[in-house]
């Protein structure tokens, strides 16, 4: 229990560094490039008095340490800014100066808080279908290594991983919703807009899972314990879910962990194709509109998820496998 | 040990397949028969504000044309392009040189319920046409207006020195507002109050849900229902248009519009629109603050390149205007490739084969309008060719729109830019003082910071000229002196390519965007 509480908060210290510096250094880098918040607040053709003036209401004129810490400071009791270019009702906007325009602009965590579920509930549909594609396939390798079933592995993960995700989803929406209406995936009218998006991520995540678990399974078919199983007589099925699997399980859920940041570059790319209203449409939207407050949001709450996923693969993998230390 | 066999694993596949197929049903289809509703589907974000006078931005007036009635309309037609078609209004006629007199149509009503007359008129006129507000741009002048009784208004204009017929077409682009809204700003901001077919109902996301008027003075719309919704993605529009999630786009580009054409589920055409596409010389610094440069720079582009470029997106033109707006004709002398011309410009400017010019920065953008990038490089090689110095900076329209206007402060970055000019009228000083006024923005032109007196007194003159026939000759005039001084470049006219369900039908697209829908329904095809 305290190597328990110890790894905790090893841990979660360290996911505070690496949050501490991701969202720093994103901070410096959306500061750096050219293109002034304020101008693009007020518009084109505000004088640069006014702008000067905003951008020092802003505390856009500090220095960029400075700026972290007050952004820091605000951040951590709730409030990581408005955004640039989004109402409150959502709506993205551009080309109004007025006052009223500005004073209406969204909250970042609420913009946030209302896309992300729709992006949860895509990526747990994708990771549903990877596994759908992967296990079975990865099991099968793993148990047929050498033979056909193995090789189909390889085949279908060398075709999977070569398919690039943009052309997929285009081919995918043409044929499938365009062409035959069979399944609808332009925009998001209920649950069913979902599937095209998440199978095109499951394609795109299933081969290194295929592969990993294929070369897992049958690692752990050679292992001695396995042969012993068996002159011990222990049941088919009891040695394939007791040995082989839950050993097999193991680098399957570290691979996880780290393919997270995958999954999240694969939703930015396939939300904004579909135009699915979830963090990735929201994130594309404004780095195409320079709206740094909710670039700077997104960027830190996917650092934060890959930390908090990472931390729950390790205490996961120790509890499959106890010879594992925290 | 688990056997997995060739013929256990097909047997699983097709046991998928199957279980696959008998949820078929339990999936929305994508293409649902007997719609009453119409979404459409915007390239271009909306302001987040209401008010109507608060932006010139295309999107939103497009939106505003659904929820907000005006006077009259102006189809803009090529056959026609000074047609006026009566809507809040009944009538309009020169009183003196500077009062316009409105008839009002009696029995319309406002979305809150509130009685349509001269007052709203009166309001909304002066309102949009103070110099604070930001759509101001759009209309001649300020103006005041006095009511004569419930149905009659009159605009006056002396005192504010130009004559009240520059208001025959500008007021079609007026939304009409309710007097108490205007009271208001802060409520005007908020939610949209007006005479138009369809009632604004809430804002979710990024899409507007509106229901018909049952009190439309035309009678209530046979659609019933408008989502008006930005998709930012191209092709996320066109597929949605495919699939039967979107009714009717603008904007296709000439790939996406042959592909629309083949499919017969969809009905697909062209029409010229009154937005003509300039290519800006920055005219208040070196080297185009020189005339002669300009001249070179327009002698060595071939237009005829550009508009094989653009395709069906784009149609010849020789004016700084399009062929919809009044008073349009061919400019005699306008610019044409000539390399020979050319090197005897830059000789004559001091720069023999370009030798000595400072490189070149056109910016561009990509994104928003079609081909931009593509004929960029066409103009791009082909000054370079005549011994300029251009380097072509191709950018997202966020990062274009944010150095596109000169500012009272400092020079405009870039020394070209391109950029078009769409309105909803066929008045043509809505574009020519805008782009060629020395008073138009704080630096000059608003994009090419031009101030030159000859233009000026041109553009004065034909404003000033209340008679059509004479103001027409005189708006020929003001064209020829801005060729002669160029300090843009028109390269071409935009065709709209435009796209909808097969089915749609009794709508009308006008040249600048916005639609009427107020009598459409879908029949079988």
């Not at chain 1, 394939?240 to 699997?245: Q, S």
């Not at chain 2, 309008?369 to 791009?380: R, S």
Request: glycine share 8%; hydrophobic share 45%.
């Amino acid at each position: 229990m305290v190597s328990l509480i110890s790894f905790l908060v090893r841990r979660i210290l360290q996911g505070a560094l690496i949050i501490l510096l991701v969202s720093f250094g994103i901070f410096a880098v959306l500061r750096l490039v050219p293109g002034d918040p304020a101008r693009l607040v007020l518009g084109p053709m505000a004088s640069d008095q006014v702008v000067e003036v905003a951008a020092r209401e802003m505390g856009l004129r500090d220095p960029i340490p400075v700026q972290y810490v007050h952004w820091l400071g605000a951040a951590l009791h709730g409030d990581m800014g408005q955004s640039y270019i989004r109402a409150i009702n959502g709506s993205q906007v551009t080309g109004s100066h007025d006052e009223f325009a500005q004073a209406g602009k969204a909250h970042v965590l609420d913009l946030i808080g209302g896309a992300l579920p729709y992006t949860l509930q895509l990526a747990a549909l994708a990771l549903l279908f990877a596994a759908i594609i992967a296990i079975p396939l990865g099991i099968a390798g793993g148990m047929r290594s050498g033979q056909w079933p193995d090789k189909l592995v390889l085949y279908l993960g060398s075709a999977f991983v070569s398919i690039p995700n943009f052309w997929l989803s285009v081919v995918l929406a043409l044929v499938v919703t365009a062409q035959f209406h069979l399944i609808p995936s332009i925009g998001y009218q209920g649950f069913s807009y979902t599937i095209l998006p998440a199978f095109v991520i499951a394609i795109e995540m299933s081969p290194i899972f295929m592969r990993s678990l294929s070369s897992s399974v049958s690692g752990a078919r050679q292992r001695s314990f396995v042969s012993l199983a068996e002159i011990r007589g222990l049941s088919r099925w009891r040695i394939f879910f007791g040995h082989i699997l839950r050993n097999a399980a193991v680098p399957v859920l570290n691979l996880f962990g780290v393919q997270i940041g995958a999954l999240l570059g694969g939703i930015l790319i396939v939300e904004f194709i579909f135009n699915y209203p979830g963090l990735g449409l929201l994130t594309v939207q404004a780095v195409l509109q320079r709206d740094f407050p909710v670039i700077q949001g997104v960027a830190v709450l996917s650092a934060v998820l890959f930390v908090v996923i990472n931390i729950l693969v390790d205490l996961v993998s120790t509890w499959i496998d106890p010879r594992l230390d925290f | 040990m688990l056997k997995i066999s060739r013929r256990s694993l097909l047997t699983a596949a097709a046991g998928g397949v199957v279980s696959t197929a008998l949820s078929a049903p339990f999936i929305r289809r994508a293409s649902a028969a007997g719609r009453s509703s119409l979404i459409y589907a915007s390239a271009e974000a909306l302001t987040g504000n209401w008010d109507p006078t608060s932006h010139t931005s295309l999107a939103q007036i497009n939106f505003e044309n659904f929820v907000f009635g005006q006077l009259f309309r102006t189809p803009m037609q090529p056959d026609n392009p000074s047609q006026i078609v009566w809507e809040l209004a009944t009538g309009q006629k020169l009183v003196d040189e500077y009062t316009m007199e409105y008839t009002l149509r009696d029995g319309v009503t406002f979305h809150n319920g509130a009685p349509f007359s001269a007052e709203d008129v009166k309001a909304t006129f002066e309102y949009a046409t103070s110099p604070g507000r930001p759509a101001s741009a759009l209309y001649p002048g300020q103006c005041e207006v006095e009511v004569v009784d419930r149905l009659t208004a009159r605009v006056h204009t002396k005192k504010f020195g130009y004559p009240a017929s520059a208001f025959q077409f500008t007021g079609a682009l007026m939304a009409i507002l309710s007097k108490d809204d205007v009271k208001d700003p802060k409520v005007l901001s908020q939610r949209p109050n007006g005479t138009g077919a369809f009632k604004f109902v809430k804002q979710e996301g990024n899409t507007s849900h509106l229901v018909a008027f049952d009190k439309y003075f035309r009678g209530k719309p046979k659609i019933e229902q408008v989502e008006f919704s930005y998709v930012s993605d191209a092709t996320a529009r066109i597929l949605g248009l495919m699939s039967g999630d979107i009714d009717i786009l603008q904007r296709l580009e000439p790939e996406q519009y042959a592909t629309v054409k083949k499919n017969k589920a969809l009905h697909a055409w062209e029409a010229l629109s009154t937005e003509n596409k300039y290519l800006h010389f920055r005219c208040n610094k070196p080297p185009f603050d020189n005339p002669l440069i300009r001249q070179a720079a327009a002698h060595a582009i071939d237009r005829s390149q550009i508009l094989a470029v653009m395709d069906v997106a784009g149609a010849a033109n020789n004016d700084y205007i399009s062929k919809l707006k009044f008073g349009y004709e061919d400019v005699p002398g306008y610019p044409e490739y000539n390399p020979e011309r050319c090197q005897q410009f830059l000789a004559k400017a001091g720069f023999p084969k370009g030798q000595g010019l400072p490189q070149i920065d056109y910016l561009t953008s990509t994104g928003f309008y079609p081909k931009t990038k593509e004929y960029g490089e066409v103009i791009t090689s082909l000054m370079n060719e005549q011994g300029f110095n251009v380097k072509l900076n191709v950018m997202d329209t966020a990062a274009w729109g944010g150095r596109l206007y000169q500012t009272a402060d400092k020079v405009a970055e870039g020394h070209m830019i391109d950029c078009g000019w769409m309105s909803g009228s066929p008045e043509p000083d809505i574009v020519l003082r805008a782009m060629f006024y020395s008073k138009a923005g704080p630096g000059g032109g608003l994009i090419n910071g031009i101030k030159d007196k000859d233009i000026d007194a041109a553009l004065d003159a034909e404003r000033a000229e209340g008679d059509s026939a004479k103001r027409k000759v005189l708006v020929g005039k003001a064209t020829e002196v801005i060729a002669s001084k160029l300090p843009s470049l028109s390269l071409f006219t935009s065709v709209n390519l435009n796209a909808c369900r097969a089915g749609l039908t009794d709508f009308s697209i006008y040249p600048n965007g916005p639609m009427d829908v107020s009598r459409a329904y879908y029949k079988d095809v």
